[in-house]
Every structure is written in C-alpha cells, then in structure tokens.
C-alpha cells in the first residue's frame, strides 16, 4: 500500500521550493484519519518531503509546548511502569517499588530524560530560531516539578498486573516494540492492529488477565468526546486483532486517565463494534481518496490558525488568513503582501496583498531585515493600535514570528 502514488510533486509557491507529496499510508490511526478528514491538504503537506528545505521527513514542526509535555509524560510513565512490572511490582507504593524509583534515579530524573530526548528532536530545524529554541528549552524545564506531579499522580491510581513469567534482571526499561500475542500482565504502549481495516493504535496502558482486557489511554490536556471515541476504536482493534489477542479476550474496561481522574467509557456492544467496523472501513476509503489526490483539498476554517503548514498553503492566504484593519489591537495574525521600503531604523512599510493597504511592520531590533521588492508572508504578528494614529495600520514583528518569501502566485 505504502506505494500506492507515484512521486507527486506539489508546488508551494515560496522558497523551501516544491513538496513531494507523500503515498497513502499503508495504515491510519485514531489520529491521522481525524488529521485527514479535517484538513486533506494539512495532512498531506505535514507528512511531504521538502528537499530544498531539510533532509528529515515531513515539514519541519514547529515546537507545540502542550504536545511535548504529553510526550514526556508519556515516555516516562512507560519507562516507570516497565521497570515495575518487571521487577514484580504491584503497585508504585510498595517498598519494592520504591527501590525501582530509586534505580531509576527517581520521578524528575526519568522526566529530565524523556525531556532531553524531545528537545533532541528540535535539533536541526530549519524553523527553529536560536531565540526560540531558548524560550522553549527554558519553559520545558521550568516545567519539570509539575511533570513529576503529574506521572506521580497517575501512577498513583494504576493497578500493576505483573507479568506471569518475570523478566530477568537487567532487563531493558523500554519493551521492544514487536508484535506478539498479549497474554498476562500490565503491557505499556502496545500496538493493536485491524490488518483487514488498515487501522492501527498504541495503546497506553493494556492490561490483560484470564477475563480480558482493561485499556487505558492517558490524557494530559482538557476531557474532550473525542478521547471516548478513541478508546471505542481501541476496543475494536483488540477485538480484531488476532496476533495481540489470539484467545479472542473480550474488553473488560475502557479508562481515559486525565491528570485528576479517571473517565470510565462504555465498553461498545457486538452490534455496537459491527457498526464501528464499518463505519471506520468507510472512513479509511474516503481518507485514501483525499490524500491521493493530485492537490489534497483545502478545508479552510478555525483549525487555519493553528496549523504548522499554513504558511504553504494558498487557500488559507485567499480565504482564511485576517486582513490587518480586522484585526484588533493586541491580536495575533499572518499578513502577505510586499515589502514596500524601508521606513526607519526598525520598521518597513508592506503593502498587503489582498486588500493593496500599506501597513507599518515593526521589527524587533535594527538588524532584522526584510527583502524590498519581494512578497512575503509573515506568520505570527501582533497588530498594534496607537491611540494617536488610530488608522494607522501597525504590526509588530517578533522573535517567534516567521517570514517566507513567496516565488511564485
Ligand atoms: S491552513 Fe487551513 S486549509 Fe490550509 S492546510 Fe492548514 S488547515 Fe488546511
């Protein structure tokens, strides 16, 4: 399936040069079909390959702090939660555990460590300021004694159901990633796969004894339904998947486990998991057809804003991005438009493209330049109003904005 396309070549219109489009994956997730289905062209520009622009896969992303944090909180809990169940533990409060803790170097140790391996993945961005890249380093670490309050709390409400069979000791604190069928214990981060739906999932936390499965997936950010629609879908992948689950266990528990609590979700029904089988089959069908197309459609809407590719993106310029005399003061924005002059020591005058407006830019200190003549987009400027010159249309320029030069329209 992997290579369903041939090279599909994708012009972007500014100066990172074309992007090749990626093949329709050989299997979705819970995630990557919702990113499909909200958006087509995001889903299809996040995931191309930019060989003007960098070497690794997809666009370059730009650091999502609330993202990071999940992913440490994440990394660590499954360090944790393997160095315990394979030592015998049945909870994190046994003095047992307490010596795995210890070995492990503690709580903000393991966290320090999954964090370090995050900022790693930072390295090398071509969107990555040094300025940035020092404000989220910091950020990140001042965040750490809230980390470690979070994998406390929610080890804290975990039942360890260790392995039948202990592993020896020395035994890695990361399990290997392989596919095999998930009998006895407490199993972090496994991954069910629908062979026949092309669906796949890494569940959290599965664990299995004699009467079945107790999924749990666990949230960092705000309770939302979708999360509940998550773990439906991870109900269905253990009932179908035959490699994790040879003995055909049922479901015994769907749990989302957020910071403070823990959610427990309606096990689906046969006919419930029937009607989701087919409705996801349909869903995948329609996914492939959008992101094969030769130009993923463009779904424009409240998701522009926040979205990593939207600086390559033309219908988000033609229909979705603010003009600056909209925009209140204070407000965050994009703004197109050409580099007109420039108009003192840090500031430049740009005409903006759909409405022909000169605006003021701003910028933060008098060595940032912007290119006379060329057009320019400008993701994250603050629009100023001054009280002596209220229609004058001003933005400011900032550390974390980001200019690209468009070479063709
Ligand atoms: S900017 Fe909006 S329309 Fe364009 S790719 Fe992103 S989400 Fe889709």
């Known amino acids: 399936?992997?290579?369903?396309?041939?090279?599909?070549?994708?012009?972007?219109?500014?100066?990172?040069?074309?992007?090749?489009?990626?093949?329709?994956?050989?299997?979705?997730?819970?995630?990557?079909?919702?990113?499909?289905?909200?958006?087509?062209?995001?889903?299809?520009?996040?995931?191309?390959?930019?060989?003007?622009?960098?070497?690794?896969?997809?666009y370059p992303r730009l650091p999502n702090l609330p993202a990071i944090k999940g992913d440490v909180v994440h990394g660590a809990l499954q360090i944790i939660v393997t160095a315990l169940i394979t030592a015998g533990c049945v909870s994190p409060r046994t003095a047992d555990a307490v010596t795995v803790l210890r070995d492990l170097g503690g709580y903000t140790?393991?966290?320090?460590?999954?964090?370090?391996?995050?900022?790693?993945?930072?390295d090398g961005n071509p969107r990555i300021s040094a300025d940035r890249r020092e404000q989220v380093d910091r950020a990140l670490s001042d965040w750490l004694p809230e980390a470690r309050e979070q994998i406390q709390s929610y080890l804290n409400r975990m039942t360890l159901h260790p392995h039948p069979t202990p592993a020896p000791a020395g035994a890695p604190t990361?399990?290997?990633l392989k596919r095999y069928p998930i009998r006895g214990g407490t199993h972090p981060?496994?991954?069910?796969?629908?062979?026949?739906?092309?669906?796949?999932?890494?569940?959290?936390?599965?664990?299995?004894?004699?009467?079945?499965?107790?999924i749990t997936d666990t949230k960092t950010g705000a309770e939302a339904p979708?999360?509940?629609?998550?773990?439906?879908?991870?109900?269905?992948?253990?009932?179908?998947?035959r490699e994790s689950n040879p003995d055909a266990l049922p479901v015994t528990a769907l749990v989302v486990a957020y910071p403070h609590r823990d959610v427990v979700v309606a096990i689906p029904t046969e006919a419930e998991l029937a009607e989701l089988r087919a409705e996801v089959a349909a869903r995948?069908?329609?996914?492939?057809?959008?992101?094969?197309?030769?130009?993923?459609?463009?779904?424009?809407?409240?998701?522009?804003?926040?979205?990593?590719?939207?600086?390559?993106?033309d219908a988000y310029w033609e229909g979705g991005a603010s003009n600056t005399v909209d925009v209140v003061d204070g407000g965050w924005?994009?703004?197109?438009?050409?580099?007109?002059?420039?108009?003192?020591?840090?500031?430049?005058?740009?005409?903006?493209?759909?409405?022909?407006?000169?605006?003021?830019?701003?910028?933060?200190h008098p060595s940032f330049t912007l290119p006379v003549g060329e057009q320019v987009r400008i993701l994250g400027v603050k629009r100023t109003i001054d009280p002596d010159e209220a229609d004058a249309l001003i933005a400011s320029v900032t550390s974390s904005s980001e200019i690209l030069s468009v070479v063709s329209r």
């Open 284 to 313: 995948v069908g329609r996914a492939d057809a959008m992101v094969a197309a030769d130009r993923p459609a463009a779904v424009v809407g409240e998701q522009c804003g926040a979205c990593d590719v939207r600086g390559l993106c």
């Open 189 to 214: 981060e496994r991954e069910l796969v629908a062979a026949h739906l092309r669906v796949k999932g890494r569940v959290d936390v599965l664990s299995v004894d004699a009467d079945g499965a107790e």
């Open 1 to 58: 399936m992997a290579e369903l396309n041939e090279m599909r070549l994708y012009d972007t219109g500014i100066s990172h040069g074309p992007a090749v489009l990626p093949a329709v994956p050989a299997m979705w997730s819970y995630s990557s079909l919702k990113e499909a289905e909200t958006c087509p062209r995001r889903f299809a520009l996040a995931r191309a390959d930019y060989p003007d622009l960098w070497k690794q896969r997809g």
């Open 109 to 122: 140790a393991v966290a320090q460590r999954t964090l370090d391996e995050q900022l790693r993945r930072l």
């Open 174 to 176: 990361r399990l290997p």
């Open 333 to 364: 924005y994009d703004v197109e438009g050409t580099v007109l002059r420039e108009h003192g020591v840090k500031s430049w005058v740009l005409r903006e493209r759909r409405t022909g407006s000169d605006l003021l830019v701003r910028t933060p």
């Open 226 to 241: 979708t999360h509940r629609d998550q773990l439906r879908l991870y109900a269905l992948l253990w009932t179908d998947d």
